[in-house]
C-alpha cells in the first residue's frame, strides 16, 4: 500500500494564494498585503487612509488576527466591506494568514465595485514572511519604537517587501533612535524597495503613502492590461 | 507495513522541556523564559537587569533570536555568561524557540556557578506561548507603544504568563494610551498574575522588576528545597 507524503504544504498554498490573485485580477481588484509586528501600527495608519481615499477608491479589507474582531470593528466604522479571519484554537492558533484562509474570507466578503482590497495580516515578523495570500504588493511596516535592528533580526520579511513603512515618526524625539541605522540595516536586506515614513497620529508622511499606494494601483492595472 | 505518524509534537517538546529544567534545578539555577513582540524592549530591559543583579546574582543568558547575535553581544558586554540560539533559516526559520533548540544552547553555555538563567525568546506574541523551555517561570514583556488590546488579541500568551511587564512607560505622555484600559484587557485573560510596570530607559519601575526576580528565585528555591 503506498503512503502518500504531502511534502511541500508551501506549494499548496502558493497554488491557493495565486488562484485568490486570478480571482482578484480578473474583478480588476489591485491586493496590498500588510505585515508588521504586533503593534506597530497598522490598524490606525488603515484608519487613516481609508478617511483620505473615501470618495477616490472604492476599498475592502480582510483584517487577520488570532483574536477578537477589534480591528474589523475600527474598519467598519469607516463604512467600508471588510471581514474578519481569526486564527486563534485552543493551542495559541497560527501565527499567520494563509492562502486558504484568506480565500474563506474573501468568500465572505462583498467584492462587486472594488478597486483595491488591504489584508491586514497577524501581528508577526517571522512566518508571514513565507506564506503568500494571492496579493500585488506585500508592505512591510516597522515602527520606530522597535529600534533600529528589525530588517537585519527578521531579514526575510523586509527582503520579500515591496515597500517598507516606517510608522510612528512622531515618537522620535522621545527615543533613543537613529533613522539612518534603521535605513542601513534595511538596505542591507533589501537595497531597492521604496521606503516611506509616515505618523498616522500626526498625518506627516500620509501623503507619500498615499500616492504609493495611487501609483501601484496605476502600476499594476497598466501591466494587467485594464 | 505500519506508517507511523508523530501525533503529539508539543508532547515531545514538553518531554526536552523537563529534561531541561531538571538539569537547570539539578544545578540549583532559577529559570525565566522571558516573551514580547519584536522590539518591546526585553534586552535593553535585561542589560539594567544585569547591571543592577552583577556582584548579587551569578546570572546566564541564552538569546533567541532568527538571525544576528546582536543581543548575545550586549549581553557578552555585561560580562555574563551568554549563547545565541538563531533559529533562522532560507524559508523564514523557527518564530519560537523549542526545547530543543534550548538544550543545545545550555549545552554551549558554562553553567557552573549560576544562580539564575534567562532565555530571552524570539519575538513573537504567539507561538512561543505554547513551547516550554525548562522555565520555572514565564514572563510576557508587552511595551505601552503597542497599545491596550495585546491581551485580548493574542491571550495565550497573556494567559500563560506567570508575570506580566508593562515596559517603555516613558513614553505614556507621548502617546494615546490608557493603562486603566490596558489592566484591565490583561485582567480579562489573566486575573491573577503580578503585573509591573517599568521604563528600563529612565530606571522607573526597576525596583519593583528587580523586587520580583528576588522573590521568585526565593520560591522557587523554597519549593525545592534548596
Not at 16 to 41: D, W
Not at 105 to 134: H, M, P, R, W
Request: glycine share 10%.
Amino acid at each position: 500500500m503506498e503512503v502518500k507524503v504531502v511534502r511541500d504544504i508551501m506549494k499548496i498554498n502558493d497554488n491557493v494564494a495565486a488562484s485568490n490573485h486570478e480571482m482578484l485580477a480578473g474583478r480588476g481588484i489591485v491586493t496590498l498585503n500588510l505585515v508588521s509586528s504586533p503593534g506597530a501600527g497598522k490598524t490606525s495608519l488603515l484608519e487613516k487612509t481609508l478617511e483620505i481615499l473615501k470618495g477616490e477608491i472604492a476599498v475592502g479589507v480582510v483584517e487577520g488576527d488570532v483574536n477578537t474582531s477589534h480591528d474589523a470593528e475600527k474598519i467598519a466604522a469607516h463604512d467600508v466591506p471588510v471581514v474578519q479571519v481569526n486564527t486563534g484554537g485552543p493551542a495559541g492558533g497560527s501565527c499567520h494568514l494563509d492562502a486558504g484562509m484568506v480565500k474563506e474570507g474573501l468568500a465572505a466578503l462583498e467584492l462587486d465595485g472594488l478597486q483595491l482590497l488591504f489584508i491586514e495580516n497577524v501581528g508577526n515578523l517571522i512566518c508571514t514572511a513565507s506564506y503568500k495570500l494571492g496579493e500585488d504588493r506585500k508592505v512591510t511596516f516597522v515602527s520606530v519604537t522597535e529600534g533600529e535592528d528589525k530588517p537585519v533580526k527578521y531579514p526575510l520579511i523586509f527582503r520579500n517587501a515591496d515597500a517598507i513603512v516606517i510608522t510612528k515618526t512622531d515618537l522620535i524625539p522621545h527615543l533613543d533612535f537613529d533613522m539612518e541605522k534603521l535605513y542601513g540595516h534595511i538596505r542591507e536586506v533589501n537595497p531597492e524597495a521604496p521606503v516611506i515614513e509616515c505618523s498616522a497620529r500626526t498625518g506627516e508622511g500620509m501623503d507619500t503613502w498615499i500616492a504609493y499606494i495611487r501609483q501601484t494601483s496605476e502600476d499594476v492595472r497598466a501591466k494587467r492590461g485594464d
